[in-house]
């Protein structure tokens, strides 16, 4: 067994102040439990992401309590041989040990690299005498003009594990081949409840293992004080998702890109410091060699709630994404569904329209009531949906779903020289 390398997050004097100003019992377990949330030797809340840009990697993160001394993760090619684990390579983790609130835990990363592409590879973790199930994946395809899939996820939020669960898993049965997951923020309502994480985690299941996340942070995974202001980022965030660092050092890395294919997908931090990520919006914006653009965001540039104005990402974001045409923007917060490209914000901007597409939605149970704004194309308030969006080479394909399966929404925008995407409404 390898040796764990521990990393010690003392973190511990940042939450006197926490548990003071952000209500200790909202970030408490139910009284009432049907299930124990609580980590143990045991690794659980498994997870695949990409902490490089770089598709022949891929990273799993994972939790135990601060028993376990020995952890190791162990990869192989898939191979029709049962025996096919006997050539599994072993890689050690780099391990990050923290206390939030009532508990004290182990969060566990490593990174495969050299992966082959479009390959069928199976991990498995081990914690002193615990381990994992083997857990299949497939690597990304090697040409950038092969056709994909992705899901995008707006706030899950509420009733995570009684109502959500069912979005998700629709999703994934819809499009069980979908290269990878996107979660447009507030994930869980209190950024340090272990027992809404747990669920979080408990509704996507397998998904997580075998399908690689990519998540944004929204204004539910900050620590509030009193008042209500934002006062940090949840220690949970960073060592639960490991993303590729290329974002900025000044707001821990929460903003990143990833080039997947022909698609390059950037994800912002509506939370905190818009005016430094402009800078680097448009360094990664004008460096972009890929044929499309899509960028997540929590608080949305376009709101479909009613009496809801954001107005630092209008002012930072939006004129970055126009000048360098983003084909689309996924979006999170308002806890209703809104989409459309006219520009008409109310915010002394004309009434035409944009070449770029934004789209708000909502996969939790929580609801906010539509507001009559006139860029929507499409809208809709009380409705959980999901959505489903392929490339295919000069093609984007978006369709949106309710619970019952039923296409809510849909358009293509199609690639053309010289000028916006053409627009074409899915009936």
Known sequence: MIMIRTIFSLVIWMFTLTIVA?????????????VNYKASPRPDRIILTWSKNDLSTQTVTWRT?????????????????????????DYDATSTT?????????????????????????????????????????????????????????????DLFSLWSRVIRLAYKRAPDAKFMLHAGDMINHSQNNYEWGEWFEAGSFIFKEMPQLTIPGNH?????????????????????NFPKNGLAEIGHTNYYMDYLNMRLISLNSNQDLDLQKTWLEDVLKNNTKKWVVVMTHHPVRSPAKGRFNKGVIENWKPLFEKYKV????????????????????????????????VVSVSGRKMYELGNEPWMEAKAENQQSYQIITIDDSILTYKAYTTDDTLFDGFTLTKRKNKDNKVKEIK
């Open 22 to 34: 952000q209500s200790y019992e909202k970030n408490l377990a139910p009284k009432t439990l049907d």
């Open 65 to 89: 309590d601060t028993t376990v001394t020995d952890i190791e993760a162990e990869i192989a090619k898939v191979t029709p041989d049962v025996d096919f684990y006997k050539n599994e390579t």
């Open 98 to 158: 923290f206390t939030a609130i009532d508990e004290t835990v182990q969060y566990h990363t490593t990174t495969f690299k050299n992966l082959e592409p479009d390959t069928y590879y199976a991990y498995r973790l081990k914690a002193d005498d615990y381990s994992s199930e083997w857990v299949q994946f497939k690597t990304a395809p090697k040409t950038t003009d092969k056709p994909f899939s992705f899901i995008y996820l707006g706030d899950a939020q509420n």
């Open 221 to 241: 995974e900050y620590i509030k004080n009193d008042e209500g202001h934002k006062t940090g980022i949840t220690p949970i965030y960073n060592p639960q998702f």
């Open 327 to 358: 084909d689309l923007v996924l979006q999170g917060h308002d806890h209703t569904y809104g989409r459309g490209n006219k520009v008409n914000l109310g915010y002394d901007e004309k009434n035409d329209y944009s070449g770029t597409m934004y």
